[in-house]
């Protein structure tokens, strides 16, 4: 049985990570802080590591605690996923240290054990690009990187470190995930749920999704792949909508007769962003609408290139219409959406 180490297994992406991993056979790892909650890990069958980012040398001896002495020259984790990471902060500075240096002495750690992983994949953002080369140009894996947003540029970050770390590396960039137990798209179910869908900017947005578990079934394809090591891949569906096409399309799922579909005019939306910006300073309440976030809304071309991993052999579950249905059902089981 191979070992597989995933960081950050406790949220969206990493608790599909964790499921579909051990689907596969895998001994799964979950690399946790102190303080995280470990028992729907536990409950699991995951074995637990715990570890602390901000200190280098610690965090490689916490790694080599667990390393049994009949190990030989086998790796303790075959495999490692590295999820861990924030999209969001009321402490902008934070993007920094979580995004990338944590992931920088991560992998530091990981080169120092006496057999380093066989593949370390890290789950990056598309946001790590910034704008497409052309308003109709989709965002390709090879295009040069320039994020407009401290997040995307934390992300970049990591990626290069990942690059410079001397150990056999897959690189993810997922466009817009979404799925059941994702907090921030369900914001805009219940908003369309209410009545009213608010698009930022009066031109249409053109967008890309991919549904949460594809996006882990993705890193456990290309972990194994020999073709993969070394290579960038974009984690899509392989869709695109205008931001309109997405509101009705909920709107039909939701079974909702009247709802209005408004633009808010990007001025706007920068000044609601900046107050929620404001807000989450003074009491530390993050908003999902917030400065570094308004770079993101401003852009109206967020389609993306993820053939080359369709032509690695990879394959999406579900499109659109398929995971929205999931997504509203499940929303709907727990409540937070009406019946």
């Known amino acids: 049985m191979q070992r597989i180490l995933i960081t950050g297994a406790s949220g969206f ?21 102190p303080e995280s909650n470990r028992r729907k890990l536990e409950a699991q069958g995951v074995r637990l590591v715990e570890v602390d980012y901000s200190d280098e040398a610690r965090l490689a001896q916490m790694l080599r605690a667990v390393l049994p002495a009949s190990l030989g020259e086998e790796p303790m984790w075959h495999y490692v996923i590295h999820n861990a990471g924030i999209t969001k902060t009321a402490h902008t500075e934070e993007f920094q240290e979580v995004n990338a240096e944590q992931t920088r002495r991560l ?12 593949r370390f994949v ?38 290069h470190y990942t690059e410079q770390s001397g150990l056999p590396f897959t690189l993810l960039m997922p466009t817009g995930v979404y799925g059941p137990g994702d907090a921030d798209y369900l914001l805009s ?37 020999k073709e993969a090591e070394g290579e960038r891949y974009i984690v899509a569906d392989g869709g695109t909508y205008t931001d309109l096409e997405f509101g009705r399309m909920v ?60 032509a690695l052999g990879f394959s999406p579950t579900r499109n659109l219409e398929e995971g929205l249905r999931e997504t509203i059902a499940a929303a709907r089981a727990s409540g937070d959406l009406p019946q």
Request: glycine share 8%.
């Open 13 to 33: 992406i990493g608790s599909h990570l964790v499921r579909v991993a051990l689907s596969l056979g895998y001994e799964v790892w979950a690399a946790i802080r």
């Open 107 to 118: 992998l530091s750690a990981l080169s120092s054990l006496p057999t380093p992983p066989l």
């Open 122 to 159: 890290l789950m990056s953002s598309m946001s790590s690009y910034g704008a497409a080369s052309g308003p109709l140009e989709p965002i390709r894996a090879e295009d040069e990187q320039h994020p407009h947003t401290l997040y995307g540029r934390s992300k970049c970050l990591a990626e």
């Open 189 to 225: 179910l219940q908003g369309i749920a209410r009545g009213i869908n608010a698009m930022a900017g009066c031109k249409p947005q053109y967008l890309t999704f991919v549904y949460g578990e594809d996006v882990a079934r993705a890193a456990l394809f290309v972990l194994t792949k």
């Open 251 to 310: 709107q039909r799922l939701l079974g909702k007769k009247r709802v209005l579909h408004i633009r808010i005019p990007l001025p706007l939306v920068r000044l609601v962003c900046a107050f929620g910006s404001l807000r989450a300073r003074l009491t530390g309440k993050v908003s999902p609408l917030n400065r570094d976030k308004y770079p993101l809304l401003a852009q109206r071309n967020w389609r993306c290139d993820a053939s080359p991993l369709f």
